[in-house]
């Protein structure tokens, strides 16, 4: 469950696979990888389920289920403006096809942003910033979101309101389906049921 604001890998410190030296020391499968490995990145500002293989054979296995789309993701997220029940976007990113599939899951009115949607998303694509991008191109930004979100739209101290909370994929040794699922943060319904408290507020 990988926290915002840490990023899975590259040329830094701070990473969650530098992290995981100290957390999952080597299995005792003869092809043992030397420290657990990410097998599937998520934005630094976003938070939830990651997958990290900790042998090669299981690091093979699921970055092909990556790479031929048979791994499900769902995401939660908060994105102004009040969408459509459900939806499908096929905008096209950096010249490749791309679609993600939402579900409106609760709206809430807000003085500040008019509408807030919260969502069930599942990208169907891997492009990079998916979600984010494209929503914010047809007009419903995740909130607090600092590279595509609407100007006004970040809130201090809140971060971004996107979350991987659930993986579907095929166990690379016995071949079982696992479906692994967590919570969002509660920061998500707090600010939600504030927002709907204030606009009653305001308009009793």
Partial sequence: NKPPGIAVNGNRFRTVENALLGELGPTDEPDRLPWARPVHRLDSPTGGLLLVARTAGASVSLGRQFQERQIAKRYRTVVTGRTDERGVISIP????????????????????????????????????????????????????????????????????????????????????????????????TTFLDREERRWKRYNA
Wanted: glycine share 10%; with cysteine; aromatic share 8%.
């Fill in 93 to 188: 990113l950096d010249g490749q096809e791309a679609i993600t599939e939402y579900t409106l899951v609760r709206c809430v009115p807000s003085i500040k942003n008019g509408w807030l949607s919260l969502l069930d998303v599942r990208p169907l694509t891997g492009s990079t910033h998916q979600i984010r991008r494209q929503m914010a191109a047809c007009g419903h930004p995740v909130l607090g979101d600092r590279t595509y979100g609407a100007e006004g739209m970040i809130l201090r101290s809140k971060g971004l309101f996107l979350w991987a909370v659930e993986l579907s994929f095929v166990h690379p040794v016995d071949g079982n389906t696992m479906d692994i699922s967590i919570d969002m943060p509660p920061k998500f």
